[in-house]
C-alpha cells in the first residue's frame, strides 16, 4: 500500500497521564482518514504528534515512531520548521489573524520565503478558488478577515494551510461550530481537497465521517480499537465496542 | 431501559413478525380451501390479504422513516434493510397465497382426482420455512437461517413432481384438463412462496453477520 503516514508503536503522555497507548497506524496517500471516539479518547492528542504540536506542551512525552514519506519525524536531525509546512493544521474554532483576507494567506507564502508580489497574488487568488471563497470575497480582499462568516473564516483558513502546498491536513473538528451550508462546503472541499492532500479529520458527528472520509479510525481511551474502510466500520464493524459506538449505544 | 432507538427498532420488528404470521396464515388457509373445497374460507384469504397490503406500507414508512431520523449505522443499519427487504418478500407472499385461494374458488366444489398429498406438504415445508427464518433473526443464529435456504429445493424438487405427476393425468382423460391446470399453478405458486423465503432468509443472514449471500451457493451440495 502506498502509506503517506506510518504510526507505530506510538504513545504519549502528558507528565504521568498516558493519552495514547501504542499506536499502530497507516493513512493512504491521498485519502481521508476520520477518527472518532469519545471525549478525551485522545483523537486531538494523537493528531498534534502527526505535525509534532504537542511538543510546545510541557512535561510530555512521547514514544514509538511517525513516518512521512519514510522519513522519522521526531528522528535526530528531523527540521520541525519543514514539517510544520507540510503538515498544515485545521481546528475547530476558525483563526484568521486580524489583518485583511489577502494577507492572512500572504503571510505564510512571504515566511516560507515567496517574495515574488506576482507570484503571491496568483498563489492567493488559486487557494481562494480551491476553498471556493474566491466568488464571495474577491472584492473585499483588502478587508479585514474578521468581518467574514464563521463559515467564510474557516474556509479562509483551509486556503492558507493550503497555501503553502502542504502534503498533509490535519482538521480537528473543523466544521462542528458551523451551520448546516458552511458544513457541506467544507465537506464539499475535503473531497476535493485528497486528490492533492492526506487529510486526517477528527470529527464527533458519525454522519460526516462517513460521508467525507475514505477510512476511520475509532479510538477509545488513548487505544486504537478499529481502523477500516468507512463503508466497512458504519456497516459491519469488527468489534462490539466500535458497533456500540456509532449506534449510539455507548453507555 | 430502551432508548427511543431501540424502542422504534422494536416497532418495526413487532410489525414485521405480525406480517410473518398473517403470511403463515394465508399459506396454510389458502391450502386448506384448496383441500376441503372451502370458498368461504378461500374468500378470507383474499380479503385478509388486504391487511398485508396495508402493514406492508406501514412497515415500509416506519423502515424509511428511521433512516430518515436516526442515520443508523452498523448491525441497527443492516436491520432495518433488511426488515425492508423482507417486508417486500412476505407481501408477494399474501399475494401467491390469494392465488391459491382463487383456484379453489375456480373448482368451485369440484371433487378432487385424488385427496392431496404434495401440495399440502409444500404449504408445510413453506410455512416451516417461514418460522425457521425469524427464528433465526430473533436467536441471530445464521446457520438456522442457511437451512433454509436448503429447504427450498425440497420445493423446487415437490413442485417438479408434481407437475409430471399432473401432467400424466392430463394426457390420460380431457375431463380433468382444466383442474390439473389449477393444481399446478398452485404448486408453481408454492414454489415461487419457496424462492421467497429463500430471499428472507438470505437477508437475514445479511442482517446478523453483514454477508450478502445472495447468488452465491450455501455449500457444494447446493447447484
Ligand atoms: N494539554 C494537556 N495537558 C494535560 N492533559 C491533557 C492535555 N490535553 C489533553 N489532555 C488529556 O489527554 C486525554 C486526551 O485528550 P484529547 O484532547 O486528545 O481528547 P479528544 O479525543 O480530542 O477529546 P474531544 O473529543 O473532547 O476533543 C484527556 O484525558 C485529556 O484530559
Ligand atoms: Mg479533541
Known sequence: ????????????????????????????????????????????????????????????????????????????????????????????????????????????LKINGIKDKYEIERIVEHSLKSTALWDEVKDRLNKSAMGLSGGQQQRLCIARTIAVQPDVILMDEPASALDPISTQKIEELIQTLKENFTIMIVTHNMQQAARVSDYTAFFYMGELIEVNKTEIIFTKPDKEMTENYITGKFG | MQTHLELELEQIKIKIFEMADLSIEAIIDSIESLKNADITLANKVIEKDKLIDKLELDIDDECIKFLVTRQPAASDLRFVLAMLKINTDLERIGDLSTNIAKETIKIDGGALLKPLIDIPRMGEISVSMIKQSFDAITEKDVEKAKDVIK????????????????????????????????????????????????????????????????HKAVNKNMS
Do not use: W
Open chain 1, 1 to 108: 500500500m502506498n502509506n503517506k503516514i506510518t504510526a507505530s508503536d506510538v504513545c504519549f503522555y502528558y507528565g504521568n497521564n498516558q493519552a495514547i497507548k501504542n499506536i499502530n497506524l497507516a493513512v493512504e496517500k491521498n485519502s481521508v482518514l476520520a477518527l472518532i471516539g469519545p471525549s478525551g479518547c485522545g483523537k486531538s492528542t494523537f493528531l498534534r504528534c502527526i505535525n509534532r504540536m504537542n511538543d510546545i506542551i510541557p512535561g510530555t512525552k512521547i514514544t514509538g515512531e511517525i513516518k512521512i514519506d519514510d522519513e522519522s519525524i521526531y528522528g535526530q536531525n528531523f527540521d520541525v520548521t519543514n514539517l510544520r509546512r507540510r503538515v498544515g493544521m485545521v481546528f475547530q474554532k476558525s483563526n484568521p489573524f486580524p489583518q485583511s483576507i489577502f494577507d492572512n494567506i500572504a503571510y505564510g
Open chain 2, 151 to 214: 429447504m427450498d429445493n425440497e420445493l423446487d424438487e415437490l413442485n417438479l413432481q408434481i407437475y409430471r405427476e399432473l401432467f400424466t393425468y392430463m394426457g390420460e382423460s380431457t375431463r380433468h384438463v382444466s383442474q390439473c391446470l389449477s393444481l399446478i399453478l398452485v404448486a408453481k405458486a408454492l414454489e415461487r412462496i419457496g424462492d421467497h423465503i429463500k430471499n428472507i432468509a438470505e437477508r437475514s443472514v445479511y442482517y446478523i453477520e453483514g454477508e450478502d449471500i445472495r
